[in-house]
């Protein structure tokens, strides 16, 4: 019998590994904070503990009642049959250096309990401890891997602020550098991208890729990326919970900051829209006094908040005409979009065009032509660099019918 129940043993080690990967993953997401994850785990108990394997009970009131053993296992290997098509991220568990070290303790973990249950296993009188055992380590994948991430945390911490100081001493180094923050509940990442394509036809330019948010998403953009020959440093901040936005900003030490607008995305972690305001307004609060901030003027929750920073505040807007920068005249037609942008100080009137469509992009448009401007982009350069604008993968793109 010991036989027998070491080979499962052994099958439950293998059939842990697709687990733990998927369980890595979701921490991944939630940023290795443990209380998201935990947030997670409650709002997702089928996969943190799949329907299937509260069979494997059975398989210990069997055991209790002294049914055969072989009977009694039967249910157990039930924990292993596939319950179904598991949904697809759409970003996939990244193997960076911080997984490699969590793999390295959930081993360790997961070695100490084998020995354990292998140990009440060829003890005769313990094979229902060492059932027991197995039974609760299958159901507990992801809390192993919420404690490993907590063991891991001092040694991360540690590594964090390393990178940090890194980051920040390369700054620094470059005091000509301007550098954009960006921020919203949404349109911050076509915006960033907008800017971007806009700024290279005058500027050399760098900015976070992808959705790289985070603090930690801006350091290692900073590290890996930023160089002496670049003239602007464009940064989208996120935010799951208040502070976020400001330790980014603290690290970066932005000169320009664009709210694109407030929604109430994220309002089961931040409870309360002013929270959210709160906490996006931080990218304005934290600029230095000679520091510019650029505003939606048209977005009533961005409006209805009053910084207490005195920088400089430069909003734009379609509706409200009153703002310092408005597009008008949009006409939407096969080749995309054609506006008009002109400013209070009267030095901007002129008519773009873009390959992309609708309302919110001629905001996030109308955003980065306010920054280009106030920064010096030559008029030709900034109708180039609205024309040339790309639609960002799943955020700006056109879809085509399939009888296209």
């Known amino acids: 019998?010991?036989?027998?129940?070491?080979?499962?043993?052994?099958?439950?080690?293998?059939?842990?590994?697709?687990?733990?990967?998927?369980?890595?993953?979701?921490?991944?997401?939630?940023?290795?904070?443990?209380?998201?994850?935990?947030?997670?785990?409650?709002?997702?108990?089928?996969?943190?503990?799949?329907?299937?394997?509260?069979?494997?009970?059975?398989?210990?009131?069997?055991?209790?009642?002294?049914?055969?053993?072989?009977?009694?296992l039967l249910p157990l290997l039930l924990l292993w049959i596939p319950t179904g098509k598991t949904n697809q991220e759409k970003k996939k568990?990244?193997?960076?250096?911080?997984?490699?070290?969590?793999?390295?303790?959930?081993?360790?973990?997961?070695?100490?309990?084998?020995?354990?249950?292998?140990?009440?296993?060829?003890?005769?009188?313990?094979?229902?401890?060492?059932?027991?055992?197995?039974?609760?380590?299958?159901?507990?994948?992801?809390?192993?891997?919420?404690?490993?991430?907590?063991?891991?945390?001092?040694?991360?911490?540690?590594?964090?602020?390393?990178?940090?100081?890194?980051?920040?001493?390369?700054?620094?180094?470059?005091?000509?550098?301007?550098?954009?923050?960006?921020?919203?509940?949404?349109?911050?990442?076509?915006?960033?991208?907008?800017?971007?394509?806009?700024?290279?036809?005058?500027?050399?330019?760098?900015?976070?890729?992808?959705?790289?948010?985070?603090?930690?998403?801006?350091?290692?953009?900073?590290?890996?990326?930023?160089?002496?020959?670049?003239?602007?440093?464009?940064?989208?901040?996120?935010?799951?919970?208040?502070?976020?936005?400001?330790?980014?900003?603290e690290l970066v030490g932005h000169n320009y900051a664009v709210l694109t607008a407030i929604g109430e995305q994220h309002l089961e972690t931040f409870k309360t829209l002013d929270n959210i305001k709160k906490t996006k307004y931080e990218i304005v609060e934290s600029l230095p006094e000679d520091g510019t901030a650029f505003l939606n003027r048209d977005d009533e929750n961005i409006m209805s908040y009053t910084p207490k920073n005195p920088c400089r505040r430069i909003y734009f807007a379609i509706d409200d005409e009153t703002a310092d920068y408005v597009a008008s005249d949009i006409y939407y037609h096969n080749k995309g979009t054609t506006f008009r942008v002109t400013n209070k100080a009267g030095s901007l009137d002129a008519t773009f065009d873009t390959k992309l469509l609708g309302k919110h992009n001629v905001y996030n448009m109308l955003a980065a032509i306010s920054v280009a401007w106030e920064m010096g982009v030559p008029l030709h350069k900034l109708q180039l660099g609205v024309k040339k604008v790309q639609a960002v993968k799943h955020r700006m793109e056109i879809k085509k019918d399939s009888a296209d």
């Open 93 to 249: 568990l990244a193997y960076t250096p911080r997984v490699k070290r969590l793999l390295t303790t959930i081993a360790l973990i997961y070695l100490l309990l084998v020995a354990t249950i292998l140990h009440f296993v060829w003890r005769e009188d313990s094979l229902l401890i060492a059932t027991v055992l197995l039974l609760i380590s299958s159901m507990a994948t992801y809390g192993f891997v919420l404690l490993a991430n907590l063991i891991n945390r001092p040694i991360e911490n540690a590594i964090k602020q390393s990178y940090y100081k890194d980051a920040s001493q390369i700054i620094s180094q470059m005091p000509d550098l301007k550098k954009v923050g960006i921020t919203g509940s949404f349109g911050k990442t076509s915006t960033k991208f907008i800017l971007d394509t806009i700024l290279t036809t005058h500027f050399n330019t760098l900015k976070t890729p992808e959705s790289f948010n985070t603090k930690i998403g801006v350091t290692i953009t900073v590290r890996n990326s930023l160089k002496p020959y670049h003239d602007v440093f464009i940064a989208e901040m996120g935010a799951k919970e208040p502070g976020n936005i400001q330790e980014i900003c």
């Open 1 to 72: 019998m010991q036989i027998s129940f070491t080979i499962l043993v052994v099958i439950w080690m293998m059939s842990q590994l697709f687990r733990i990967k998927q369980s890595i993953h979701m921490l991944q997401l939630n940023g290795y904070f443990n209380n998201r994850f935990l947030h997670w785990m409650k709002q997702h108990r089928t996969k943190v503990v799949p329907v299937n394997e509260w069979f494997a009970l059975v398989s210990i009131i069997l055991i209790i009642f002294n049914t055969y053993w072989i009977v009694a």
